[in-house]
Every structure is written in structure tokens, then in C-alpha cells.
């Protein structure tokens, strides 16, 4: 029902006069900002950005609003955010649209109430909404029903905090690994390895090449670990004996990095592969949660990774696994339990000539070596307990708990029926 006839046409006209004047009052600031002190600056940021907040949850009740009353069908807008659009036109950005689109849809759930109370409130904007809403219908299909309100609450209250969306996603998963069926942050991190992507390289007008990236987190903690060790900005001395300090913006250093990696990375096969040090990823889980497989670790850069999948990481050279006691005290688990020397990984490469999963034809440059009983359950580190395998395989094996025997005719792994299907790489 239209109830547009509640709000007198003197009401509305007073509501489109005040909005004039604020825009006014906007779009006149540029003298009063040159005339202002330098330390008054931040305040004066401080003011426009409270009402940009201010009108962009207005927005938000607005487009509420609309979607009661209908106004989708009477303009034939698709959606919430396309109404928006059409109604703002270039003053409201597509995806800004969308994403408050999104929210406003939302809200008008009797269980979404206290996000719309908050939004009112404007305790935060409508990307950390949008955030909140997607991560509290995460915990509600994954977490036990008398949770769900609790947690919304904790989501609304971090977000008005000032938690990054970043951080409101890393939240849910910290609940899942505490909290969820044993196993299922592994089984969810495990599926996004699937999606792993990269496109080609295409050439843009500008004479530039282009391309999409996309990563798992346990994906993303390795390449940024090693960008971030090549990227870092760089200085030298001149002639004078001056300091030269690397002007290039940090994008440009990344990209500089990206391309050192690969011109320094020969032949994919051959014994002349160079072998470098890596760059280090730092797993802090403790050691109940490494044996158990249960709860989660987390990177230096706060990414939270399932159990799974921080114990296959674990295994890598490249990996430091910070291990924590009952009382939070760092564990020295001992490199040389957990890593095969460079002997033994000659004499592996020797024995396996390659990936030892059956049908895999990967060389052994290829491949890392595998503790049959992972070395963080006394798995020890010899020849009997060691198998190469590729990255997949590695991947395949920890995700499955797939066991295998060595004797003097190689290893030879178990595989039951379910653990097949995706293995081929």
C-alpha cells in the first residue's frame, strides 16, 4: 500500500529545501577550506566525512523505503539498486547502488532489525552492512541456531568499532574453526582452492598488459609473503656518497617483483633449476589445534587458515610454524624434525623419480617431500616416511588423510574410492 499521502507535500517540500541548502553549503566550502588554519583541517575532514556517512545510510532508509512501497514495480526496476541508479543517476555509482541496494533489501527482515537500528544509528556505512549481513548468513547456515543472534550483535558491534570488512570476514571464520562441525573450515578453505585463477594477459588501449587474479587465502599468505619480501623499497648511495632513495609507488614495486620472479625462474624441468631462499610465511596455531586439527592459525598478515590446511603448509620449507602452548608459549617443534635435507631430498628424487601419486607424470623438481604420518604426530623424518609429491597431489593427500606404505619397489599409496575422483591433476 502507498502510504506516500502520510507525509504532507508541505513536510516534503520542507525536506527538499533543507537538502538544497546542505548541498549548497557543500558545493560553497572551497573558500571557507583555503581560509582555514592547517590544524583545522581535520576537523573540517572530519565534519564532511560524518555527513557523507549520514547521507549515505539516508540512502540506504530511502531505498528501504521504495522497496516497501512498490516503487520497483512501478519503474521496472530489476532491483533495489538498479531503482537507486535510475533515480540518482551519475551521482550514485553502479556499485555504490548495488551495495546499497543490497542492504536495504536486507534489513527489511525481521531478523536483520538490528543492523537497520544501527544504520540509523550511524554507527557504520552500507559496505560494512553489506559485510555484516553476508557473514551473519555464513554463521547462520554453518553455526548452531542459538548463536545466531549473539553473533549478529558481535558483528554489529565490531563493525561499529571500526573493524575493517577484512577483519568481520576473519571473525566468522575464527567462530567456524571454534565452534562449527569438526573439519568444516577445512572442507570450506579446500573448496576455494578450486577456484584459483588467473587470466591471460590482454593489452589494453593504453599499451599495457592486464590480467585477473584470483587466490585462496593459504594461496594468498604464500605470494604475499614473497612480494612483499622482493618488493620492499630499496636504497642505495651515489657517487657523492648520497643516499638514493627508490622513488617507485608501491604498486610498481609489486609489479617489479612479479616480473623478478619470473625472469629469475628457468626451464620447469632439468637439474638446472636454481633453488633460492624462500620467503617466510608465519603460522601461529597451537599445538593442541596442530594435533587435533581443530581450531585455526593465523599468518602475520591475520589471515585465518583452516587446521588442514595450516598441517600441509607445515610441511614447507618456506612454512615457520610458530607453536603455542597451553599458556601461549612458543614451542620449539625443531627444524630438523619437520624438514628433509638436502641429501635426503637427493636421494628421494633418486628413489621416486617424480610425483609418487599414481598417474602423475610431474618431475621431481616438482615436488616437495611429504611425511607419510605428518612429523606433528612423531611421524619421523627418514627415507621409509617420505614420498615426493606435486603441489596437487600434496594438496589431494592432506585433504583426504590418505596413508601410503614404502618398501624396496617404491611407495604405494591407499586410496579409497571417495579420495579419487578429483585427484587427477
Not at 527489511?108 to 537497520?116: D, E, G, N, Q, W
Not at 617420505?386 to 601410503?404: K, T, Y
Request: net charge negative; with cysteine.
Amino acid at each position: 500500500m502507498d502510504t506516500s499521502g502520510l507525509i504532507g507535500p508541505l513536510a516534503v517540500e520542507q525536506a527538499r529545501v533543507i537538502l538544497a541548502r546542505a548541498r549548497d553549503a557543500l558545493l560553497d566550502l572551497g573558500d571557507a577550506i583555503t581560509a582555514c588554519q592547517t590544524a583545522e583541517l581535520g576537523e573540517v575532514a572530519a565534519e564532511v566525512a560524518s555527513l557523507r556517512l549520514a547521507a549515505e545510510t539516508t540512502l540506504v532508509e530511502v531505498t528501504r523505503e521504495a522497496v516497501d512501497r512498490g516503487c520497483l514495480v512501478d519503474t521496472g526496476a530489476t532491483s533495489a539498486g538498479a531503482w537507486l541508479s535510475q533515480q540518482s543517476g551519475d551521482a550514485v555509482r553502479e556499485r555504490e547502488a548495488h551495495t546499497i541496494g543490497t542492504v536495504a533489501t536486507a534489513v527489511a527482515s525481521p531478523i536483520h532489525v538490528p543492523v537497520r537500528e544501527a544504520l540509523r544509528q550511524r554507527r557504520f556505512g552500507a559496505e560494512t552492512a553489506r559485510v555484516i549481513l553476508a557473514e551473519h548468513h555464513e554463521i547462520r547456515s554453518t553455526l548452531p541456531w542459538q548463536m545466531h543472534d549473539d553473533m549478529l550483535e558481535k558483528l554489529i558491534d565490531l563493525g561499529g568499532r571500526g573493524f575493517t570488512t577484512t577483519e568481520l570476514r576473519r571473525f566468522r571464520r575464527e567462530l567456524i574453526a571454534e565452534y562449527g562441525a569438526h573439519g568444516l573450515l577445512d572442507k570450506q578453505q579446500a573448496a576455494l582452492t578450486r577456484k584459483r585463477a588467473m587470466t591471460t594477459f590482454t593489452e589494453g588501449d593504453d599499451g599495457m598488459f592486464y590480467a585477473r587474479l584470483r587466490l585462496d587465502p593459504a594461496s594468498h599468505a604464500v605470494v604475499a609473503a614473497t612480494l612483499d619480501a622482493l618488493s620492499a623499497p630499496k636504497t642505495g648511495v651515489d657517487d657523492a656518497g648520497d643516499v638514493v632513495r627508490d622513488d617507485r609507488a608501491p604498486e610498481q614495486r609489486r609489479a617489479d617483483a612479479f616480473v623478478e620472479i619470473c625472469a629469475n625462474f628457468p626451464g620447469l624441468t632439468g637439474a638446472g633449476m636454481r633453488h633460492t631462499t624462500k620467503a617466510k610465511v608465519v603460522l601461529t596455531l597451537s599445538y593442541a589445534d596442530l594435533v587435533s586439527g581443530t581450531g585455526c592459525a593465523t599468518t602475520l598478515t591475520g589471515e585465518s587458515l583452516a587446521p588442514g590446511i595450516a598441517r600441509e603448509m607445515a610441511c614447507d620449507a618456506g612454512i615457520i610454524p610458530l607453536v603455542l602452548g597451553s599458556a601461549s608459549e612458543e614451542i620449539d617443534v625443531g627444524r630438523e624434525e619437520r624438514l628433509a635435507t638436502a641429501a635426503q631430498i637427493s636421494a628421494l628424487r633418486h628413489r621416486d623419480k617424480g610425483c609418487t601419486y599414481p598417474g602423475c607424470t610431474r618431475p621431481p623438481t616438482w615436488c616437495k617431500a611429504h611425511h607419510i604420518v605428518h612429523w606433528c604426530l612423531g611421524g619421523p623424518t627418514d627415507l621409509t616416511n617420505l614420498a615426493l609429491l606435486c603441489q596437487h597431489h600434496h594438496s589431494h593427500v592432506h585433504r583426504h588423510g590418505l596413508a601410503a606404505t614404502v618398501d624396496d619397489t617404491g611407495v604405494h599409496w591407499h586410496i579409497p574410492a571417495h579420495a579419487r575422483g578429483r585427484a587427477a591433476a
